[in-house]
């Protein structure tokens, strides 16, 4: 069963991992486009909800809750694809990797767990390769300032969530946090935007932005609530450091020597992923020494 559960969070972080893609291939700006994903997003839900009788109940205190988290997801939205559209994909999602050492440092404090060195230790490493990323790609500085605050934003959101979950339903959070970024991006454009919130879309801008806001942010954002009743918010965001992996593989791939970056770059991103994928096993062991220790204490 656990290994089922593995293969959905995979295939969740697959479907992010090709969001960055999606972001360049969309013309619209950051505004305008994170703003019709979120309104799109909205209306596929709501049909799902209502198609299966899904009840949207929750308590006002938890839906203020969800309502605030919701702003800070349009947040996470908005500085990930400004990061994009300032920079490329694989600078975006090289910022968007710190999200492990912000993470590490959150669930403590959220959820009243016990903190852990080796996580921190993980965290420290992470931005260890994101400076040396910094250090030789010096041109696409606010592209990793924004996938920065894309992470701390997503991280905050991710563990949040891990809480909510534990008496609500995915569905009903994932409503009420869309509703919170829509009202977000709605301030956000207000202030900042003097065009009209329906500014006119091409039709292959169109079909991008539906396979975006149903597959990629409706489905995926759905399910990865619902795995956290099989996965310590911790772990989902560990895993989900493979999503710069699968998107600058899609970008190379699609848009080819706009996404090739120095040698430094990859000696950086190299560092991330060593870090990434030992991690669940260096982490493990060490928290089950820990744990032995306890109980033989």
């Known amino acids: ?101 912000f ?25 260890i390769g994101l400076i040396i990323i910094l250090n030789f790609e010096k041109i696409y500085f606010m592209g990793i300032v924004y996938g920065i605050l894309a992470a701390l934003t997503a991280a905050f959101f991710g563990i949040y969530n891990g809480k909510l979950i534990l008496k609500n339903n995915a569905s009903a959070i994932t409503f009420y946090e869309f509703i919170g970024a829509i009202v977000f991006m709605f301030f956000l454009k207000t202030f900042t935007e003097t065009e009209t919130y329906f500014v006119p879309i091409n039709l292959a801008d169109l079909l991008w932005l539906l396979v975006l806001s149903i597959a990629c942010t409706t489905l995926a954002f759905t399910l990865s609530i619902e795995i956290l009743k099989q996965f310590t918010p911790l772990t989902v965001i560990i895993t989900n450091n493979l999503e710069p992996v699968y998107g600058i593989v899609f970008s190379v791939i699609i848009f080819g020597e706009s996404e090739y970056m120095t040698t430094g770059f990859y000696i950086g991103v190299t560092i991330i992923l060593i870090s990434v994928f030992t991690y669940p096993f260096i982490s493990q062991k060490l928290k089950n020494k820990s744990w032995k220790k306890e109980v033989g204490g």
Request: with cysteine.
């Open 1 to 101: 069963m656990k290994a089922n559960k593995y293969l959905w969070l995979h295939f969740i972080i697959l479907l992010w991992g090709f969001t960055p893609v999606l972001g360049k291939l969309i013309s619209l700006n950051a505004y305008d486009l994170v703003w019709y994903r979120l309104i799109f997003s909205v209306i596929s839900l709501y049909i799902f909800i209502r198609y299966k009788g899904i009840s949207l109940r929750v308590s006002l205190k938890d839906f203020i809750e969800i309502f605030v988290i919701g702003l800070c997801v349009g947040a996470h939205w908005f500085f990930f694809y400004h990061a994009i559209k300032v920079s490329n994909v694989s600078v975006s999602l090289a910022g968007f990797s710190t999200i492990t050492l």
């Open 103 to 127: 993470a590490s440092i959150m669930q403590p404090i959220i959820l009243g767990k016990k903190f852990y060195r080796t996580d921190l230790i993980y965290g420290i490493v992470i931005a």
